[in-house]
């Protein structure tokens, strides 16, 4: 079963300035997720990698350009 959407997408690094785009592996990776529980998405309008799902009980997962990949259950 999924229980997140990885969304790739652009950040500003805090520690050079510089744009860098961070895939949806990636975005998995940093919040250490299972791969197996993600569904993937390249960018926010790629509508169709989550085409028929029901996302309501689902997670969004997106690059944090301050780094602090955590879960909202892990910042209470």
Request: hydrophobic residues 35%; contains cysteine; negative net charge.
């Given at each position: ?10 950040v ?5 300035g ?7 592996s990636?975005v998995c990776?940093c ?14 309008d ?18 944090d ?5 955590l ?6």
């Open positions: 079963m999924k229980k997140y959407i990885a969304v790739g997408g652009h500003t690094s805090r520690n050079d510089q744009d860098h785009y961070i895939s949806p990636q990776r919040y250490k997720v299972p791969p197996s529980e993600c569904v993937f998405m390249n960018h926010a790629d509508f169709m990698a989550v085409a028929g799902l029901d996302t309501s009980e689902m997670i969004w997962l997106h690059p350009p301050t780094g602090e990949y879960l909202a259950e892990e910042m209470s």
